[in-house]
T-cell receptor, first 109, second 116 residues
């Protein structure tokens, strides 16, 4: 079967750095996405990785290792507004998105 | 970026009634749209893939006669929840892809459905 694993919840301090991991087992791979979702709102796109390596976009970076079936989202200089759920999703061989359950990130002052 | 809208943003209805949710791509033509459902504290669950001009493809366990999907144009897909029951109360989200792009899905803001 297809499976995406990420931690259920993480807590971090304002101004700090946090890394949210995602491991996946899918039938084929056509890219990995990270989305941010605030409570009661739809997901918003953060990053897309299809090749191995690190993609940096401002305070957010995303890393991919296809051989290990592993990705992480790195958030720097955390702000209170970063409190949200972070969803990892993989596009499989049929170009269908397989979603992780999401990681709820709690930022404390 | 691309903009996807949904209407209504929230709806409360009585059990047994039908509710229609619209999903529009405002600044691009979407040959493929997706309908998701999300229960509280759970991840997105894909309900169906909607292709313009053809029948929707439903995920396993999703009743196609209960959740009617129509993708009549390149900018509009509708989801009708027929004979709604309280267990259908959920957050319904649509997304759309631009033609030829096998990457990002653009999400609508979601519709909160509450069935009394």
């Amino acid at each position: 079967g297809q499976n995406i694993d990420q931690p259920t919840e993480m807590t971090a301090t304002e101004g700090a750095i946090v890394q949210i991991n995602c491991t996946y087992q899918t039938s084929g791979f056509n890219g990995l996405f990270w989305y941010q979702q605030h409570a009661g709102e739809a997901p918003t796109f953060l990053s897309y990785n299809v090749l191995d390596g690190l993609e940096e976009k401002g305070r957010f970076s995303s890393f991919l290792s296809r051989s290990k079936g592993y990705s992480y989202l790195l958030l720097k200089e955390l702000q209170m507004k970063d409190s949200a759920s972070y969803l990892c999703a993989v596009k499989d061989s049929n170009y269908q998105l397989i979603w992780g359950a999401g990681t709820k990130l709690i930022i404390k002052p | 970026g691309a903009v996807v809208s949904q209407h209504p943003s929230w709806v409360i209805c009585k059990s047994g009634t039908s509710v229609k949710i619209e999903c529009r791509s405002l600044d691009f033509q979407a040959t493929t749209m997706f309908w998701y459902r999300q229960f509280p504290k759970q991840s997105l669950m894909l309900m169906a893939t909607s292709n313009e001009g053809s029948k929707a493809t439903y995920e396993q366990g999703v009743e196609k006669d209960k959740f009617l999907i129509n993708h009549a144009s390149l900018t509009l897909s509708t989801l009708t929840v027929t004979s709604a029951h309280p267990e259908d109360s959920s957050f319904y989200i649509c997304s759309a892809m631009r033609p030829g792009e096998a990457s990002e899905q653009f999400f609508g803001p979601g519709t909160r459905l509450t069935v009394l």
